[in-house]
């Protein structure tokens, strides 16, 4: 046979990104295929080397099909992938073929940087269609205590929650698109008001309070407020009881974009409600911006009068929802890279999995590795961080075994406990199994290999190919879906 020139392994692998690219989110694309690293081609062999052990079977979980298809099409039908797995004192490979065992110098994979440079070189004096309008010294400003006269409008923003600090996910596309226009082009835009809404802990705030960040640091003499709606309940209780609601009502018709957080406590306050109302018609008519933020949709809004609730319809009214897997690890990542902090990457993957609540906790979980870890004086690795996170991890059904998970499949479906680690290929057998495996995914911290081995010892794809078939029935077949919750409900309440 001729000998055929090989070709050049880092071109193959960048023509394969070159196509995942298309196939995936920016988000997803960076979390998960530019810290590949490829390393070698032997014929149609290609060895990628990933950063863990999660990391390989995440891909192989959720990409597996994409990466074959693409290195087929680089190097034809033949083609195979090999892991090169970096474990943190050394390398494994991980593929469907037989076992290696080549060791590697420690890596550490800690290079992503997801800032967003859109918004890091602003300029100020970037002109704003949002009018300056002169001061009025008689005016009562309700931040300041009184007998202090000043008419400076303190913004009452906090400066770190920027745009550059707010990273972009599927969770929170749209709202913060948004919310840039709206910086952009603060009461120029059909955003107006802009309402934000969503669970404790999503990034209302922040991304509220960084349209405002935006305009202070770009515009000129534009007046920007933020204010929680209990602070300006507050204020405008003070106004009725020193006689001063006319200058309450000035001193907010007097600001170019108003931020108010929280909204849903002005819920049965009548009167502050009807001032808001005021001050929202005033500055609405005057193209003045208001941003809005609300734990729930404005139509949900209990105790609201009814004509406030249709002006929050106006402009554009969008949800900021739980973030992925992904985004997770892209804020953590973030956030550690401004403290100028580092943990091992299965520290970061393992948190980010785990702790999906919201925001706030993944920043409580953060500081709590960092704060332990130096009080212990000991490097943090997973077992640290497990011990650490208890608390942190909503989901106690974690702690169930893979027993536990047989047994009740068992006692629920009257497959035997042998039947669910045998061999047979019996219908109604393998989708208890299948089950079991399900649920000793979603509910242990065990790998697809460990699991694979506890059911007879099959092996991952096996696992995996159980969690999908399991996911694709519950979609298809109800009662098989009440089955598996059924089973879902045992397994919480006895554990
Ligand atoms: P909410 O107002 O919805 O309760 P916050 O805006 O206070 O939530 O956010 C909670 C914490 O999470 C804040 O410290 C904030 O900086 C952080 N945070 C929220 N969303 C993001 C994001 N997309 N990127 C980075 N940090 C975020
Ligand atoms: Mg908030």
């Known amino acids: 046979m001729p000998s055929i020139v090989q070709p050049d392994v880092n071109l193959i692998w960048s023509n394969c990104l070159g196509i995942i690219k298309e196939h995936v989110n920016q988000q997803s694309f960076k979390t998960w295929f530019e810290p590949i690293r490829p390393i070698k081609l032997e014929n149609t062999v290609l060895t990628i080397q990933v950063p863990s052990q999660f990391f390989y079977e995440w891909l192989e979980e959720h990409y597996v099909g994409l990466l074959s298809k693409t290195i087929r099409r680089e190097l034809g039908s033949d083609a195979r992938l090999e892991y090169r797995i970096v474990m943190e004192n050394s390398t494994t490979n991980a593929n469907t073929g037989g076992p290696f065992t080549i060791n590697m110098p420690a890596k550490k994979n800690n290079n992503s940087n997801y800032s967003n440079s859109k918004f890091s070189d602003s300029k100020k004096n970037k002109k704003s269609n949002v009018k300056n309008k002169s001061e009025d010294d008689s005016i009562r400003n309700p931040f ?36 840039v226009a709206v910086a952009n082009n603060p009461g120029g835009t059909a955003f107006n008001p802009l309402v934000l809404y969503g669970g404790v802990g999503l990034g209302k705030t922040h991304l509220a309070q960084a349209i405002g960040n935006y305009a202070k640091n770009n515009y000129e003499n534009v007046k920007i407020l933020y204010v929680s709606s209990e602070k300006f309940t507050n204020q405008f209780i003070d106004a009725v009881k020193d006689n001063a609601i006319p200058e309450f009502i000035v001193f ?27 001050v929202f018609n005033h500055l609405h008519q005057s193209g003045k911006q208001i941003i809005l933020t609300s734990d729930r949709p404005p139509k949900d809004l209990k105790g609201m009068e009814e004509r406030l609730i249709s002006r929050f319809k106006w402009g554009l009214t ?40 919201n925001i706030r906790e993944l920043e409580g979980a953060l500081i709590a590795l960092l704060a332990q870890g130096s009080l212990m ?68 911290e065990s790998s697809l290999k460990n699991i694979g081995r506890e059911f007879g010892g099959r092996d991952h794809s096996t696992v995996i190919h159980a969690c999908q078939t399991v996911s694709n029935l519950m979609d298809t077949d109800s009662d098989f879906q009440q089955t598996v919750f059924e089973i879902e409900k045992q397994l919480k309440m006895n554990q």
Do not use: W
């Not at 923003?157 to 745009?163: I, S």
């Not at 957080?261 to 808001?276: E, L, M, N, P, S």
């Not at 039947?419 to 509910?443: C, D, H, N, P, T």
């Open 144 to 179: 300041v205590i009184p007998g202090i006269k000043t008419m400076n409008i303190d913004s009452q923003l906090n400066p770190n929650y920027t745009f550059d600090t707010y990273v972009e996910g599927e969770c929170n596309q749209l709202a913060r698109s948004a919310g």
């Open 252 to 278: 907010y018709q007097m600001v170019d974009i108003l931020i108010v957080d929280d909204v849903q406590f002005f819920a049965d306050k009548d009167r502050t409600q009807d001032i808001f109302f005021h």
């Open 318 to 357: 969008t949800d900021l929802q739980v973030p992925d897997f992904e985004t997770r690890m892209a804020i953590l990542e973030k956030k550690m890279y401004a403290e100028g902090i580092e943990l091992p990457r299965e520290v970061v993957e393992y948190t980010a999995y785990f702790v999906n609540t």
């Open 377 to 444: 004086k000991q490097e943090v690795d997973v077992a640290l961080a497990k011990k650490i996170l208890k608390n942190f991890i909503n989901n106690s059904a974690k702690n169930i075994s893979i027993n536990f998970i047989q047994k009740t499949v068992s006692g629920h479906t009257g497959i035997s406990m042998e039947q669910l680690v045998g061999k047979s290929r019996k219908r109604e057998i393998v989708q208890s199994r299948q089950i079991s495996m399900y649920f000793a995914k979603q509910f242990t």
